[in-house]
């Protein structure tokens, strides 16, 4: 068993030296993981499905994304004033953009294009790489460069390690087996008493600052003391009234969410909301995916194959509507993310996170103010009432976990590692 606890947020505040050990450090798990599918996957083949994208683009699109907004960006030293549609000099590769750009490369198309094969790909990374340590050393010459000029630094280094998070998923769903021991769940101590909290208004995100120029310089702080790094989608301001509130420690585990499988929760429609029932009957699912029953005993399917499941794990891969639905059962509810972050950055040393990433029940919107960075596509076009998750899962990079910051995925993904708590009431 183990007590989770969630690490400072010293990536955002990272100093140029720092981010080149980071930078480094990140490529060394892209590289490492891309190794091990390489090895299990015929001609690194996938399913082509929404879900997935074929390994060999991928390990090109985090190339690509760094030389785009750092070696190729005539304004990188705005930060999050650049101009976005800033004419970009000379890729070291051609044809990249129609390659690699996310915002123009159709999803579906991904599997046709002819791509540089591994042995070229590698080589355009390791020059990328190359190319973007000799930027940020040029930047701090100078003297310890500000927040702007770090601030497409910060982003490709988030960038990848989102990346390396969705291929170790990925490969879970691929039944590849990744055993280095960070990316693996870890057994959790059953939740003590709920927390306690009384009814008052919460600040999410920044109320001092919009975005735009200087705007990435306050990480999301709510007193705005603290410069670095902030995602768009987290800055500019909203103050919720909160009503008081009674939320769980720790994440829901295998021992709490199985009894409800075994009640025949699955089977019974006065637990699932209409989006959820419907996902149910389009799915026939009557257990979480990746679990079974074998006789009386739970089993799990984990690098391809199946184990005895440890009810002490946290439960995981489940869509919102499962949370859901458990929670109606138990007579409890979703938090909203301003409920989970009051009670993470309130009770630091009571409230556990960082098992798995925890599904709320607030609808991904922007904040009053929003302002998009330039990276356009990182936030706007998703604010289609998609969850919001919080917290970080086993498989995110230990930088990556803020308690600040809004990840997002459609209720009915499961091939993510996401699970939830639960509030009374």
Request: proline content about 7%.
């Amino acid at each position: 068993m183990t007590v989770l606890t969630a690490p400072a947020p010293a990536a955002r505040q990272a100093s140029a030296g720092e981010l080149a050990a980071a930078l480094q450090a990140s490529r060394a798990d892209t590289l490492a993981t891309f190794t091990v599918l390489q090895q299990a996957l015929p001609h690194l083949g996938v399913p082509q499905q929404a879900t997935l994208n074929p390994p060999l683009w991928e390990l090109g699109h985090i190339g690509w994304f760094q030389e785009y907004w750092i070696a190729r960006n005539p304004q990188r030293a705005a930060g999050a004033a650049a101009d976005p549609q800033a004419v970009r000099l000379a890729g070291r590769r051609a044809n990249a953009d129609a390659l690699y750009d996310s915002s123009a490369v159709p999803h579906a198309a991904r599997w046709a294009l002819p791509l540089p094969d591994v042995a070229a790909t590698l080589g355009d990374l390791a020059q990328q790489l190359r190319d973007t340590l000799a930027a940020l050393q040029q930047a701090d010459a100078a003297g310890p460069p500000d927040d702007d000029a770090l601030y497409f630094f910060r982003l490709a280094l988030f960038h990848e390690d989102m990346h390396h998070e969705a291929a170790l998923y990925m490969a879970h769903s691929l039944g590849v087996a990744i055993t280095d021991a960070r990316w693996q769940p870890v057994p959790l101590l059953a939740a003590g008493a709920d927390l306690r909290f009384e009814a008052g208004d919460w600040a999410l995100g920044n109320a001092g600052r919009a975005g735009g120029a200087g705007g990435a310089g306050h990480g999301g702080e709510r007193d705005g003391a603290h410069r670095g790094f902030a995602f768009d989608n987290e800055l500019a301001g909203l103050t919720v009234a909160l009503p008081a509130t009674q939320i769980a420690s720790r994440v829901t585990r295998w021992a709490e969410f199985l009894p409800f499988v075994e009640a025949g929760g699955y089977s019974q429609p006065q637990w699932w909301t209409e989006a959820g029932a419907a996902w149910l009957a389009g799915q026939q699912a009557t257990a979480p995916r990746y679990l079974r029953r074998a006789g009386q005993v739970w089993q799990q399917w984990h690098h391809g194959v199946w184990h005895a499941l440890d009810l002490a794990l946290p439960a995981c891969h489940l869509t919102a509507f499962e949370a859901q639905a458990w929670c109606r059962w138990a007579g409890r509810r979703l938090p909203s993310e301003a409920e989970w972050e009051r009670a993470a950055l309130g009770r630091p040393e009571a409230f556990e996170w960082s098992a798995v990433w925890e599904w709320t029940a607030s609808p991904f919107a922007p904040y009053p103010g929003f302002k998009p960075h330039p990276y356009r596509d990182y936030s706007a076009p998703w604010f289609d009432g998609r969850p919001v998750l919080r917290g970080a899962s086993f498989m995110t990079q230990q930088r990556m976990r803020h308690p600040k910051y809004r990840n997002f995925f459609q209720a009915q993904r499961n091939d993510v590692p996401a699970g939830f708590r639960s509030c009374a009431g």
